[in-house]
């Protein structure tokens, strides 16, 4: 057996890769540590669910193991730097979702600045207008080039910030954003979409100081995880009104408990991971993460190997 999915694929593309490589759908195998690493032995590559957990034991247990395919959700479970040591790609697709992402960020951003309403002159509450909004962005991604155009239609202007992106880089005004500090970020946006890829050094990068200077009534939309935001600086904004309300697609596990800073808040909304998740994306997701497994696993024009990195497959 040369592939081992584990992951609901479409019928389609599982044929696919079985005519080019000898395929096994074994999806009973999830949660089976014992039966998965036996499954692995004369496997070289798997493709598997976030649920797996690809660390470093597991990798040993495979000695044959090539790549490793992720079709859905990002890079939570995988221990890339085992997979690097142990000469194992890690295939994924982060373009495959962004269409999905930037529309499920849209019709956030205009439910809560509809739905969640702010004091007219005439004392009355109203909600707000996309179009006349600032929408900042944090993280340039696949999906914010996307959100970006889709903002533009409504007439929005479009502020950004990312960490690992100077000001001047190109990127900027070619995918029409304005580069801004984070501090301007969190100032002039009325909504602000996280889309920051998490890493440890990103933890509460939105922390106490840029929250206290956010602008007033300001909705937050979060596609990634939870953790950029600093738990209990986020509390005491949504308390004191600062953040009008904030919605996250993803919430780290027992933020929600009772003790926690954000326990009982009305003016918070949770999804379970839906921003990607649509037919399309699937199918894209699918197809992208084979035909990557399929160019690793036949033979290199001249018998070169490139280095073990993760691969997004466009």
Same mark, same amino acid.
């Given at each position: 057996?040369?592939?081992?999915?584990?992951?609901?694929?479409?019928?389609?593309?599982?044929?696919w890769?079985?005519?080019?490589?000898?395929?096994?759908?074994?999806?009973?195998?999830?949660?089976?540590?014992?039966?998965?690493?036996?499954?692995?032995?004369?496997?070289?590559?798997?493709?598997?669910?976030?649920?797996?957990?690809?660390?470093?034991?597991?990798?040993?247990?495979?000695?044959?193991?090539?790549?490793?395919?992720?079709?859905?959700?990002?890079?939570?479970?995988?221990?890339?730097?085992?997979?690097?040591?142990?000469?194992?790609?890690?295939?994924?697709?982060?373009?495959?979702?962004a269409?999905?992402?930037?529309?499920?960020?849209?019709?956030?951003l205009?439910?809560?600045?509809?739905?969640?309403?702010?004091?007219?002159?005439?004392?009355?509450?109203?909600?707000?207008?996309?179009?006349?909004?600032?929408?900042?962005?944090?993280?340039?991604?696949?999906?914010?080039?996307?959100l970006?155009?889709?903002?533009?239609?409504?007439?929005?202007?479009?502020?950004?910030?990312?960490?690992?992106?100077?000001?001047?880089?190109?990127?900027?005004?070619?995918?029409?954003?304005?580069?801004?500090?984070?501090?301007?970020?969190?100032?002039?946006?009325?909504?602000?979409?996280?889309?920051?890829?998490?890493?440890?050094?990103?933890?509460?990068?939105?922390?106490?100081?840029?929250?206290?200077?956010?602008?007033?009534?300001?909705?937050?939309?979060?596609?990634?995880?939870?953790? @950029?935001?600093?738990?209990?600086? #986020? =509390?005491?904004?949504? $308390?004191?009104? &600062?953040? *009008? +309300?904030? %919605?996250?697609?993803?919430?780290?596990?027992?933020?929600?408990?009772?003790?926690r800073?954000?326990?009982?808040?009305?003016? @918070?909304?949770?999804?379970?991971r #839906? =921003?990607?998740?649509? $037919?399309?994306? &699937?199918? *894209? +997701?699918? %197809?992208?993460?084979?035909?990557?497994?399929?160019?690793?696993?036949?033979?290199p024009?001249?018998?070169?190997?490139?280095?073990?990195?993760?691969?997004?497959?466009?």
């Amino acid at each position: 057996m040369s592939v081992l999915i584990l992951e609901p694929l479409e019928a389609d593309v599982v044929q696919w890769l079985a005519e080019r490589h000898d395929a096994r759908f074994a999806p009973e195998l999830v949660g089976d540590f014992e039966g998965l690493v036996e499954a692995l032995q004369h496997a070289r590559a798997l493709v598997a669910p976030p649920e797996v957990r690809i660390d470093a034991v597991l990798v040993r247990s495979a000695p044959m193991l090539r790549a490793i395919g992720r079709a859905s959700g990002g890079m939570d479970n995988i221990d890339v730097e085992a997979c690097r040591k142990a000469g194992v790609e890690v295939v994924r697709s982060q373009a495959s979702t962004a269409s999905a992402e930037a529309e499920f960020a849209v019709g956030a951003l205009l439910s809560l600045l509809r739905r969640v309403p702010v004091e007219g002159s005439d004392g009355l509450k109203v909600g707000r207008e996309l179009g006349c909004s600032t929408v900042g962005v944090l993280g340039l991604t696949p999906a914010t080039q996307v959100l970006t155009q889709l903002l533009h239609a409504f007439g929005t202007r479009v502020i950004g910030y990312d960490p690992a992106l100077h000001p001047s880089d190109a990127t900027w005004a070619r995918w029409g954003i304005e580069a801004v500090s984070l501090s301007l970020l969190m100032e002039e946006s009325d909504g602000l979409v996280l889309l920051l890829p998490y890493y440890d050094r990103y933890r509460g990068i939105v922390g106490e100081r840029q929250l206290e200077v956010a602008r007033p009534g300001q909705v937050v939309v979060g596609l990634s995880q939870s953790g @950029l935001v600093h738990e209990a600086a #986020l =509390a005491q904004a949504l $308390r004191s009104g &600062r953040l *009008r +309300a904030v %919605w996250f697609d993803s919430l780290e596990p027992g933020w929600l408990e009772s003790g926690r800073p954000l326990h009982g808040m009305t003016n @918070l909304q949770v999804t379970p991971r #839906l =921003a990607g998740t649509t $037919r399309e994306s &699937r199918v *894209r +997701a699918a %197809w992208a993460v084979a035909r990557g497994i399929d160019v690793l696993l036949s033979p290199p024009a001249g018998g070169a190997k490139a280095p073990a990195k993760a691969v997004d497959y466009y």
